[in-house]
Nanobody
Framework: QVQLVESGGGLVQAGGSLRLSCAAS????????MGWFRQAPGKEREFVAS????????YYADSVKGRFTISRDNAKKTLFLQMNILKPEDTAVYYC?????????????????WGQGTQVTVSS
């Protein structure tokens, strides 16, 4: 089992930046593939970005490609999401998630462990 706690959300103006963090505890963090998902009010939870256990493979949703960067520090058991050029449509609760296969899955059903989420609000 792994416990995940997100932080770093907040209110930012359009065009600004935020860096989300996800601190992991429990089982060996470097065994897990990790992902970021988001859910806006009234919408389904959607994929944002994912990264393999080593950090060597990443994948992004088209809507964030070129603006967001996912990374991880296995020694510090922490996952990051650097978000630049934020847009109002990026407003959502952002969740980090872990899968036991160590891969950069894009489908949320492959992720077994989830954090509680952190709110990101982008004003226009």
């Amino acid at each position: 089992q792994v416990q995940l706690v997100e932080s770093g959300g907040g209110l930012v103006q359009a065009g600004g930046s935020l860096r989300l963090s996800c601190a992991a505890s429990g089982r060996t963090f470097s065994n897990f593939g990790m992902g970021w998902f988001r859910q806006a009010p009234g919408k389904e939870r959607e994929f944002v970005a994912s990264i393999s256990r080593s950090g060597g493979n990443t994948y992004y949703a088209d809507s964030v490609k070129g603006r967001f960067t996912i990374s991880r520090d296995n020694a510090k058991k922490t996952l990051f999401l650097q978000m630049n050029i934020l847009k109002p449509e990026d407003t959502a609760v952002y969740y980090c998630a872990a899968n036991e296969h160590g891969l950069e899955y894009r489908t949320r059903t492959f992720y077994k462990y989830w954090g509680q989420g952190t709110q990101v609000t982008v004003s226009s």
